[in-house]
């Protein structure tokens, strides 16, 4: 079946380098990154640890967990996570799945039902498996997106995304294109311009559908 945005997260049982979880448990309160890749050892996908890695503490400052996905084992994946490392010159202190029988992939709709790895794999065989997905607190998917293996991810485009969508999480509000934290948000047609006023204050009215607001603290 297809995951789509506002689908609940598959409340899947994962086993990763760090020890067993359960998905919804882990997640707990919390907004939740997962990040997926085809194969461990590959050149892109190590420098997109290594980012993530290096972020730790802007994921801290957002309440936000993260957790990898790879189409390798427990072993591997330990063994990677000191390449990573030394590439990045900071700790992988998050857990990486251990996908080596597709489940994850094939629940989070990246490899479709048939997939199987071949023997003398290559990171082609799983290629898809190259996207991220941000969950909310509610366990529900707010955003994915999906990279080619020639792209590595933007995790600065990410962070943004993430502050967009905690900004607007369950209010209503929007945020315009290239919106950054503190600029001014949309306001949702949901409300009339006198409760919009009164909610957030003068509104700065561009198009009968686009009114804008300053951002909320």
Known sequence: MALRINDEIPNLSVKTDLGEYNLHDWIGDSWAILFSHP???TPVCTTEFGAVAQLADEWEKRGTKVMGISV??????KGW???????????????????EGLEVSKALDMLPAEAYLPDGRTPADSATVRSVFIVAPNKKVQL????PMSVGRNFAEILRALDGLQ????????TPANWE???DVVVALSLDDAAAEEKYGKLD????YLRMAKNPE
């Open 39 to 41: 194969k461990d050892y």
């Open 72 to 77: 390798d084992g427990v072993e591997e994946h």
């Open 81 to 99: 996570k000191g390449d990573i490392e030394k590439v990045a010159g900071a700790t992988a202190g998050f857990p990486i799945i251990a996908d």
């Open 144 to 147: 994915m997106m999906t990279y």
């Open 167 to 174: 900004r607007t999480y369950e209010q209503p509000l929007a």
């Open 181 to 183: 934290l503190g600029q």
């Open 205 to 208: 009215i561009k198009l009968p």
